[in-house]
């Protein structure tokens, strides 16, 4: 049986967007209906795909989660996608792949070897197109054309300098997840005002830092 099609499967996905993105102010019904359709398990290692509805964020491998269903429904909703949108995602999976069942044209950067191949197979077994590139993540593509939207699928510990990355506000939009003590963070939306990001909180939630925006151990005397 294809795992995909399999009923349970369906009704979790329907328990996810009825029991907990309804509730809890995801409004947007294109993000609804989206999400209702999307896989999530495909972007998960065999023995994590049980929790992929789960109301957590879910440990992909060492050092890197996928966001809760929650905390990127209303981040992306934060974003306001409009269908033909160019979007950078820095780090590569679930996140993207709703993007680009949105309509946005996604450039996908990954660092992660082990994490480029999940999220290949994903796109794939979601049926979604996005532009995957293996790459460091923390510089994003400063020779690209400016992108309508950015979003860091994972926790920063401060909003990363790509200002110029995107297109002047209120066209550029950059969505994060801020975390200053551990996994404990704020969903952040940020615009661009001249060279710098002009940012302004949006709610409470919790995520895995990448690592490709970990600061460096620092000795202080």
Known sequence: MDLLAASPVLDARNLMVDGQLRPNKVTDRRILAAMRALPREPFLPGPRRVLAYADVEITVLPGRGMLAPVTIARLVQAM??????????????????????????????????????????????????????????????PDHDPFDLILIDGGVAALPPLATQLHEAPRGRLGAIVCRHGRDGIATLAERAGQTLASRPLFDCSATPLPAFTPAPSFTF
């Open 80 to 141: 306001a996608p409009k269908a033909g949108e160019k979007a950078l995602v820095l780090g590569a999976g679930y996140g993207a792949a709703l993007l680009a069942a949105l309509d946005v044209a996604v450039v996908a950067l990954e660092d992660d070897p082990a994490m480029a191949d999940l999220a290949r197979s994903g796109f794939a077994a979601c049926g979604v197109t996005v532009d995957l590139r293996q790459a460091p993540m923390a510089p994003g593509l």
